[in-house]
């Protein structure tokens, strides 16, 4: 989750932003407990407009995108119903408009799906989960579908120190050989 805000939180009016008051962001109602609560209690206060649709249809999120989205947010297999939605046609209508989209691969992760190849801007993955071993270590990932995106992310993990220390690193590497 961690990942996650720095994915969305805005930044300073000098810098190039990845959103700013008035924005909305468009996510689908079944996602983890604490992105909700960053989009409702966190970022509504800077002036984003968290918008939530429980229909897993494309039409749900087509009649919802207008000019003010800059970000969409999925999960796939969502947590805790485990809805499964389809990522290519939701990235389509998402880039129509011009905003991005951001999957949450965690259950899911990379042996299984790639969001990506599927459309994707932007994919985190709980690293805390599968992918680590579920509690040796926690942590996250964030994956850009290109330098340009990845370079806001390289900025914000700079300004905000979010890197795993050496052991977590070790735990990570021992994780993704088993």
């Keep these: 989750m961690g990942q996650s805000v720095r994915l969305l939180r805005p930044a300073p009016r000098r810098r190039q932003q990845s959103s700013q008051p ?5 996510a689908y109602t079944d996602v983890y407990g604490g992105t909700y609560r960053v989009l409702k209690q966190v970022f509504d206060a800077y002036g984003l407009v968290s918008v939530f649709t429980d229909n897993v249809s494309p039409k749900a999120f087509e009649s919802l995108i207008d000019d003010q989205t800059k970000i969409v947010w999925l999960e796939s297999p969502t947590n805790p119903l485990l809805r499964c939605l389809d990522i290519t046609a939701i990235a389509d209508i998402t880039h129509k408009v011009g905003a991005l989209l951001a999957v949450d691969n965690t259950f899911a992760t990379p042996a299984l799906q790639l969001p990506i190849d599927l459309g994707a801007d932007y994919v985190v993955h709980s690293t805390s989960k599968y992918i680590g071993g579920h509690s040796d270590v926690t942590g996250g990932a964030v994956v850009a579908k290109n330098d340009a995106l990845f370079e806001r ?3 914000l993990q700079n300004v905000f120190g979010g890197v795993p220390g050496p052991l977590d690193c070790i735990l990570f590497s021992v994780a993704s050989r088993r």
């Design 22 to 26: 008035g924005d909305k962001v468009l």
């Design 153 to 155: 992310i390289l900025f």
